[in-house]
């Protein structure tokens, strides 16, 4: 079977993190967030946490030089043999290029990226709407998806909390950065032939059967 190397794309709030549960559930492929990794490092004061925890408050991007290494040792570990799915990296041109160079090394390479995409008023309203559990990050969202309880889960009774970079001027901030710096990244990755567009604003179900449909054709691409 062919690698399966995939880099999810798009602005923060399109709905990636939903459909690369879907994609890890449905390609058994270990899923590397950097948000999640660095929102974990912070909880856990570790050094990595304690400086990346001021750049993430204010919504700005963390240094290239912090983030590279952490991906790429995942990349180059065994449960990362088969493929991987790459979650909020890259995010600047400087780590695609220490990607790819990771790669070549590895004498792999990507076989696609998939851009899902929202346009920005649907970004502000989905996640400044987003509240998270205190104990367990169980997510639920003020207007689509509101608890019985109103301020506590439904499934631990924690206080609902809304993430700091959730608040509205941090969204509108990190829609500037995500203008500014990673949408570069989707005029390279056209040029070079690997993105593939989905509609983040269709349902999540929908933009799921999209995805696995092309990752289907792109396999066997591959095995012609
Ligand atoms: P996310 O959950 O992907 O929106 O990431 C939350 C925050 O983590 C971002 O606003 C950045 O501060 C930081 N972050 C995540 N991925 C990266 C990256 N590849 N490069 C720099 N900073 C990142």
Do not use: W
């Not at 899902?116 to 309203?125: G, L, Q, S, T």
């Not at 509101?146 to 990190?174: I, M, W, Y």
């Not at 570069?184 to 059967?209: I, M, Q, S, W």
Request: aromatic content about 6%; proline content about 4%.
């Amino acid at each position: 079977m062919s690698e399966l190397n995939l880099i999810l794309l798009g602005p923060p709030g399109a709905g990636k993190g939903t459909q690369a549960d879907r994609l890890r559930a449905d390609f058994d492929l270990p899923y590397y967030a950097t948000g999640d990794i660095l929102r974990a490092a912070v909880k856990e004061q570790t050094d990595l946490g304690r400086e990346a925890g001021e750049y993430m408050g204010r919504g700005d991007l963390v240094p290239d030089e912090l983030i590279g290494k952490v991906m790429l040792e995942r990349i180059d570990s065994d449960e990362a043999r088969d493929g991987f799915v790459l979650d909020g990296f890259p995010r600047t041109l400087g780590q695609a290029r220490e990607l790819n160079d990771a790669l070549e090394g590895l004498e792999r390479r990507l076989t696609a990226t998939l851009l899902i995409d929202a346009p920005d008023e649907e970004v502000i309203r989905r996640l400044s709407g987003r509240r998270v559990c205190r104990d367990n990050g169980h997510t639920y969202h003020v207007e689509f998806d509101p608890p019985k309880n109103k301020g506590f889960c439904d499934q631990d009774g924690s206080a609902l909390v809304q993430r700091e970079d959730d608040k509205l001027e941090t969204v509108q901030h990190r829609l500037e950065i995500f203008h500014e710096q990673t949408k570069p990244l989707v005029d390279l990755y056209e040029k070079e032939g690997l993105l593939r567009h989905f509609d983040g604003t269709r349902a999540p179900d929908e933009v799921n059967g999209h995805i696995r449909a092309t990752l289907a054709t792109l396999r066997l691409e591959e095995q012609l």
